[in-house]
């Protein structure tokens, strides 16, 4: 069984909108098996059956013309899906990735999400000189964005009782890392279920999330203060690319070349 069988109809819109674009599709499937070197409960995770953990729709349009715009202007519109869960002590979420690194430069390339149902932790770090300079939680409701900038490896987080779906606009071509988020057993920060039990009492952050510990991922060594924000903190970012944080990303098909930023970040400016 494909979870195509079983889109979830919470929003109207919102379902209507992706049952038109994931039909005749079948996901990509990420089970708790692929998730071994990733997450923080080793203990749960060795006696956990395994499961459907969540669900990758790639290259998705409306129809073939829209299809056409996208391949000539190599770009890919995406839905993940990311069923609430918990694995063990741990809230659900993706493995985590880093980007390729754009030809002849030295950065990244990058990537724009849209919620577009349940609310996303999107969990940024930022590579610099090998290390993790900066790391943010950003959260993200549904109709809001994120942009991954460049040299940002990223993870995303459902740490809500509802089904996340996501989508995305990223450059067609690059392959995605995987091996320092596997190399360090995941990013730099485990978002753990607020539960108080010994095992969880170490090593705690803020958090303006009350359902939340923030835990420090040991195999890094030293990692930064995770900054908690929230999507709209980072508006500006969509507003410099000239895109409407309001406005349903996928219309930006009609508006393609807005999303230049995604294929030639040197081209732009990252800071405020
Ligand atoms: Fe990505």
Known sequence: MTYRQNVPCSMFHVSCFMTDLIRDNIPNIRFLSDMKDFVFDVAWFEKAPNAEIYYMYRGLSKDKNEMEIMGKNNLRYDITVVPPKMLGSEFTKTIGHEHAIVPNTNITYTEIYEVLNGEAIYLLQKYENNKVTKIYAVHTKAGEKCVIPPNYGHVTINASNQ??????????????????????????????????????????????????????????????????????????????????????????????????????????????
Not at 172 to 186: A, D, Q
Not at 197 to 209: E, G, I, W
Not at 253 to 266: A, G, M, S, T
Request: charged share 25%; glycine share 6%.
């Open 163 to 272: 089904e996340l779906v996501m989508a995305n606009w990223v450059e067609s071509h690059f392959k995605s890392g995987y091996t320092l988020f596997k190399n360090n057993r995941g990013a730099g920060y485990y978002a753990l279920a607020n539960v108080g039990t010994k095992s969880l009492q170490r090593d705690l952050v803020p958090t303006n999330n009350a359902g939340i510990k923030w835990i420090k991922n040991e195999n890094y060594g030293e990692v930064p203060d995770i900054k908690i924000s929230e999507a709209k903190d980072f508006n500006w970012l969509c507003e410099k690319f000239g895109i409407d944080p309001a406005v349903p990303m996928y219309n930006l098909v009609n508006d393609i070349e807005k999303l230049d930023f995604l294929k030639h970040p040197q081209k732009y400016s990252w800071d405020r």
